[in-house]
């Protein structure tokens, strides 16, 4: 029986992604890295020095040192925090609600360590998220795909990976869920067609928040 929720935040609880990669886009255009807008989805779950890395080494071969990587990734936060707030993602007022509604706990876990984000969330998710129920981006040695993320928050809820639930828009998060034993469900909000997280792990894909909300008791297996 699944007790806990474990939820992604940029593209899952918030439409955010089309603003992290316009700003990653901005700073690698800054440092001479040619790479396309929307690949920064295939990354997204990393933790900002882990993409900052894979460019560095992807352009130069090597890695950028903790001092650079701090003022890069604060860098890139105020480019994002220079466009329009992002918007609630539709639907996930309505799976946070349902999943709280049936007794589900639910625990943050995030690659982000975005404070214009967080700091949103007890307004606009009341009560879901409190902040000794966040895995954020400085809690982990090992970001996501690496199943740290994904077995910590279940640890802080107490519980066993096979009592958790992962909601996942991305191919990394959907990946370290299943690499942490997690029933993992992905959800198509941004161009990563669904064929992509079926193959990271996801047990199931829905089209959108919405439609998850709506088949939310089927995607926790509870019979009707």
Same mark, same amino acid.
Request: charged share 30%; hydrophobic share 40%; net charge positive.
């Given at each position: 029986m699944i007790k806990v929720a474990l939820v992604d935040m940029d593209g899952t609880l918030y439409d955010s992604m089309p603003l992290h990669s316009r700003a990653w886009h901005r700073l690698t255009g800054e440092l001479g890295i040619k790479a396309d807008e929307d690949e920064f989805y295939l990354d997204e779950g990393m933790t900002g020095a882990a993409t900052l890395n894979k460019l560095a080494m992807s352009a130069w071969g090597r890695t950028f040192d903790k $001092? +650079?990587? /701090? +003022? *890069?990734? =604060?860098? %890139? =936060?105020?480019?994002?925090?220079?466009? /329009? $707030?992002? +918007? @609630?993602? %539709?639907?996930?007022?309505?799976?946070? #609600?349902? *999943?709280? $509604?049936?007794?589900?706990k639910c625990v943050l876990v995030t690659g982000s360590g975005q404070n214009s984000l967080l700091d949103r969330l007890d307004d606009d998710f009341p009560m879901a998220f409190p902040v000794d129920r966040r895995v954020t981006s400085r #809690? @982990? @040695?090992?970001? %996501?795909?690496?199943? +740290?993320?994904? *077995?910590?928050? $279940? =640890?802080? =809820?107490?519980?066993a990976p096979e009592e958790c639930v992962a909601i996942d828009n991305a191919p990394l998060g959907v990946e370290s869920a299943y690499r942490a034993g997690v029933r993992t469900i992905g959800v198509c909000t941004g161009p990563i067609p669904p064929e992509v997280l079926k193959n990271a792990g996801a047990d199931l894909v829905y089209s959108s928040m919405d439609a998850l909300a709506d088949d939310l008791d089927g995607a926790l297996g509870i019979k009707q």
């Open positions: $001092a +650079e990587c /701090d +003022e *890069l990734y =604060a860098r %890139k =936060a105020r480019y994002f925090r220079e466009y /329009d $707030a992002p +918007e @609630v993602m %539709k639907g996930a007022r309505r799976v946070i #609600d349902g *999943l709280m $509604a049936r007794g589900i #809690d @982990v @040695v090992n970001g %996501k795909p690496h199943p +740290e993320p994904f *077995l910590r928050g $279940a =640890a802080i =809820a107490g519980a």
